[in-house]
């Protein structure tokens, strides 16, 4: 083997990144270790702190940065469930990078500082970073956008007034940062760290590949059926911090070029598997604004960052929150196999709980929802404790076309009434041929006794789950039969 041919092996087998403005390069790394224990125990970065090790509480904050197209974009993540290997090619910023080398504070830093919006301090990385990440990507943001921001961060002594005032106040100190005069100089390095073929690690006995071409995800899948396929690693994650799982061979998508495209066309939005609920989100509001809002509640901005469609949709959680509106809307899932695709509908795809069709060595490679139609009216209804940063105890979704004023199709499917995210077959039959009245959906409201037998556990009993999912419906009919009410503009229930 040649001089350059063990340069290639070499690189192929090492990851690099760049830690703030410093390439790293590791090549025996444990594929299972997460972003927060590297930080923390080998590079002595101790400003990102652990909290809760399941990505709720934002304590342990980074930023990502990557190149796209003529800048680079920088966006908030949790470092406790994010695996290192997932670094390759990125830029990782912590806490302790953001103050200029003079030692002058970022703006976030700063503000955070002048507004006493710090106690016991151990939040506060965490929230820093979270108010970096905006800064770097949007001017002057909104009030609620600011709520939307840090409801991923958690802080139990200094309440949030302070906190949200900073991110305000931040924007009014003029000029821009280190980060943003050296993006010229940063997207070059970004790109000249780019992966061009397939990244191969090995540690402690594990594997871990990230391919770059949809092709080679499809051969690695093949060739190690029993793989752990590796999206946003929002659940997969957990699986290493809290059941203390040890992931033998993980396969990630999030290099792959075609499972990061979305686009709409011949009637479908067609979401790859890797497209983050970030980027997802705008293009679904376009076309179905409460669902847009109902991603605006998916978990965090952290979690929507770093979690994707495909993920959520191949995890088969019976409380997953897109599930249910994606079912209710007609979606299907393409899945690949080697060479060979097969579509299914998404109905069709959950067999029982976390029991999914996907067959040995089979993917998902991309979600396809119908585009909105002049005859359909939609709505989605997340029913949980808290309005933000919370699992849904109900969730439920309705896609209906009327005929004049009967029901010519409807569809309804609920979340968290049974073990995998649920069509009410029984309640749509009652509805269909209908009138869309206030007596038909009466009738309807109890076919969902022969739907659904929903469980009591920490998040509803069953009774109240029943009682929910039949007033949903009857929110549903109020919404669309009163004309000064637009379903798209209507909030949600919590």
């Not at 912590?94 to 106690?119: F, K, M, Y």
């Not at 847009?292 to 979690?307: D, K």
């Not at 009857?474 to 798209?488: A, C, H, I, Q, S």
Request: charged share 25%; glycine share 10%.
């Amino acid at each position: 083997m040649g001089p350059k041919s063990r340069r290639r092996e070499a690189q192929i087998g090492t990851i690099r990144f760049l830690l703030n403005d410093q390439v790293r390069e590791l090549d025996a790394v444990d594929p299972n270790m997460t972003v927060l224990n590297y930080l923390r125990g080998v590079e002595r970065k101790t400003g990102t702190k652990e909290g809760c090790a399941e990505g709720d509480c934002g304590a342990c904050t980074v930023v990502l940065g990557q190149a796209d197209g003529n800048r680079v974009r920088y966006r908030a993540v949790n470092a406790c469930i994010l695996f290192v290997p997932v670094l390759d090619g990125k830029q990782l910023i912590t806490v302790e990078d953001l103050a200029a080398a003079d030692g002058t504070p970022h703006p976030a830093q700063r503000a955070i500082s002048e507004l006493s919006g710090s106690q016991c301090g151990f939040c506060t990385p965490g929230f820093v970073m979270s108010l970096f990440a905006l800064h770097a990507s949007e001017p002057k943001p909104s009030r609620q956008r600011i709520n939307d921001v840090l409801a991923g961060n958690l802080c139990r002594c200094t309440g949030y007034r302070p906190i949200i005032e900073a991110a305000q106040r931040m924007y009014g100190y003029g000029g821009g940062d280190r980060f943003a005069a050296r993006q010229k100089e940063t997207l070059k390095r970004l790109k000249a760290l780019r992966r061009r073929g397939t990244l191969a690690l090995e540690a402690k006995g594990r594997r871990y590949f990230a391919p770059t071409t949809l092709n080679e995800m499809a051969r690695l899948c093949k060739a190690h059926p029993d793989a752990c396929i590796l999206a946003g690693g929002t659940d997969v994650g957990l699986w290493v911090t809290k059941e203390h799982r040890d992931l033998d061979i993980l396969i990630y998508t999030g290099n792959v070029r075609e499972l990061a495209k979305l686009k709409v066309a011949n009637g479908h939005i067609d979401i790859g598997a890797a497209v983050t609920v970030t980027d997802a989100m705008d293009v679904i509001a376009r076309h179905y604004p409460r669902f847009g809002e109902l991603l605006r509640r998916f978990a965090s901005v952290q979690i929507r960052n770093s979690g994707t469609i495909g993920g959520n949709v191949a995890n088969g959680s019976p409380i997953g929150d897109s599930m249910p509106a994606l079912i209710a809307l007609g979606s299907s899932v393409v899945l690949r196999h080697g060479p060979r695709f097969r579509e299914v509908p998404l109905d069709d795809f959950y067999l029982g709980y976390r029991e999914t069709d996907l067959r040995p060595g089979e993917f998902v490679e991309r979600v396809r929802v119908p585009v909105k139609s002049a005859a359909r009216r939609f709505g989605a209804y997340k029913i949980s404790k808290r309005f933000d940063q919370d699992i849904s105890g109900v969730l439920g979704a309705y896609a209906l076309e009327l005929d004049g004023g009967q029901v010519r199709d409807i569809r309804i499917c609920y979340g968290g009434m049974a073990a995998v995210p649920k069509r009410a077959v029984r309640c749509e039959k009652a509805l269909i041929g209908q009138s869309w009245s206030d007596g038909a959906v009466a009738r309807a409201m109890q076919a969902l006794d022969a739907d659904f037998q929903p469980l009591t556990d920490m998040r509803a009993s069953a009774d109240y789950r029943m009682l929910v999912a039949k007033n949903l419906l009857r929110k549903f009919w109020m919404e669309t039969t009163n004309p000064g009410v637009g379903l798209d503009v209507v909030s949600y229930g919590s």
